[in-house]
């Protein structure tokens, strides 16, 4: 019984994984034709020249991910610190149920949202308007994990920073949230992920770019955006590009998400688990 | 609570008891066999002292085991403590009855003579004494303990009345002696029986009401 | 050097229910007091009232005084983050932060509150680490093991010594030893024996074999009442209360 129940959990995980390799796999085959360290590095050329890039865009997405970590990241895990530790009565209600809504607002909702309330004030679009949008969308993810954690840190432990005369806000910074650090951290990354590849919101916000563009304050390119341009293009030298540009951001993703983890665990003690 | 723990307890009284009949049966004979001359009564009594012995042996273990195993406290603890003493003066009684009765083989091979020592009597009051003192172990009953410690002063009387009826006996009849040395000896293995049944009963006390009685003078114990 | 602790008219409840009544009784200072009792007299609600933990449960609260030293710790404007300063407490069960070295452990209480000069919380590192007689064992390791490696035994006196470090007069002990093997057991009463030189000691047991050891007094709480409180020979050979014979004896509890 115990084989088959074996057996059983091991096909379940390997259907979870097969679409992934497939899409990996499929990305590999369409789109390294089109790596190339130019690829990587250039910005886009007009069709019909060759050496075009998506650098502009990459950068263009770091920096708009950049804006919206800054933002989801302070947000969400203070919303989520008032829930667990200042929790019970209205306002965690309502901060909870804001929260819940939030995140099941569609991503083009929120993009249109922002378009109206910073572009149209501004009068133009700019990498802000893109992380906050993306930022706004961190924000659920964070606070669920933060507070989630939070609540699995002990009473024990809280109780011997209390009982040392430890300020409660302090031991809530210091002792309760540097437990919890590791599964944060992962929320984070959750929350990463996920609006690293949305698009929707950036349509309208970041707008997107030819160029190479620093100025936070001008519209931006992200490798999401270029994709999506690449893709609904009628050039077949187009379509390539984005092929590799969805590979690219796969492992930028991917990558991001392995290094924070790596970083993060050489940092944690050795002995606990 | 702790069944197992009281019935230990109880078993201990119960063995204390009948080693206490024993010394008692021990003294009663050999006082018999100072009234009536019978060598035989005075063998016995010889022999059980092998029993008696035994018995404080016996129960020394087991207070021992239960004070290492149980770890009493308050009233359990001071009464183990209790038995472990009145067991010693338990034994010490049965080697008052031996000393009694080797006097008395002495005195049956000398020649008969009345004196002037209610030899009885003492030893029906110390006699007393221990039972007294027994059945307030039993029934855990201080006052009745408190009794046992005036009757002392009765019993130290008679043996002090004897001590001077000997003396003036050994200086008017030099020929005997021998018989009032004797006498003047049961007396005071009398009188040390006695002494033994007031340590059980200030025993009793300290186990019972936690007060420690012991070598006060009965007005200052309020 | 410990305080003594004055306790009047000590009264504590978990919202309507009341945990603690009208508690009254002298802790002397540098001595080891025992609070003993069944499951859920109060014991453990009275000693967190001595350092203000209780009122960190919702809904609880306190009336009446605790005065130590000569200051009452209820008194009006009197910080409860203070009173944790001058009054430690270890837990039932060891708690070290498992986010932290051993060092950090040690000097937690110290770095939460500003202080940060190396060198002398070096030194009260090593010192409150040899009071716990944890010195010998650990000192390789202060920086590179973290609190939550230790054997259970270990991590007791690792929690005595991060709180010793902050230099409190009183230490709290609630059950200090229960979750521990005899021989961790035997270790930590040896310390408490050691430490009530300097501090003044007030140790919640249910172990009364325990009590008997270490304590010069023991106080005997029942149903959240003060049942009796006497230097611990007399609560444990000759106690005036039949509640109390009866638990000591194990007649109940």
Redesign the interface.
Known sequence: MDRLATAGAGAAAFVVMAPLIAIFVYLVVRGAGALSWAFLFNSPRPVGESGGGIGNAIAGSAVILGIACLIGVPLGIGAGVCLAEYG?GRLSTLVRFVADVLNGVPSIVMGIAVYALVVVQQKHFSALAGGLALGIMMIPTVTRATEEMLLMV?R??R?????????EW??VV??TL??A?PGVITGIMLAFARVAGETAPLLFTAFGNQFWNWNVNQPTAALPLQIYTYAISPYDEWHRQAWAGALVLIVLIVGTVALVRWVTSRG?????G | MRTHFQESLDSLKGKLLAMAGMAEAAIDAAVRAYQERVPELCSKVFENEVMINLAEREIDHLALDLLAMQQPMAVDLRFILAIIKSNADLERVGDQAVNIAERVMELIALPRVELAADIPQMAAMSAQMIRQALEAFISGNAEQAKRVLETDDVVDRMNQEIFLAMDKTMHECPALIRQALDTLLIARNLERVADHATNIAEDVIFWVRGADVRHHALAEEK | MGMSLSVRQLNAWFGRRQALDDITMEIPANQVTAIIGPSGCGKSTFVRCLNRMHETVPEARVEGSVIIGSRNIYGNGVSPVEVRRRVGMVFQKPNPFPAMSIYDNVAAGLKLNGFHKRRELDEVVEHALRMAALWDEVKDQLKKQSGASLSGGQQQRLCIARALAVQPEVLLMDEPASALDPISTSKIEELIFQLKAQYTIVIVTHNMQQAARVADGTGFFLLGKLIEYDATEKIFTTPVDKRTEDYVTGRFG
């Open positions: 019970g002990p024990s432990i109780e011997a920073a209390l009982g040392l005369g430890v300020a302090r031991t210091s002792v540097r437990t650090l944690v003690m050795k002995g606990t």
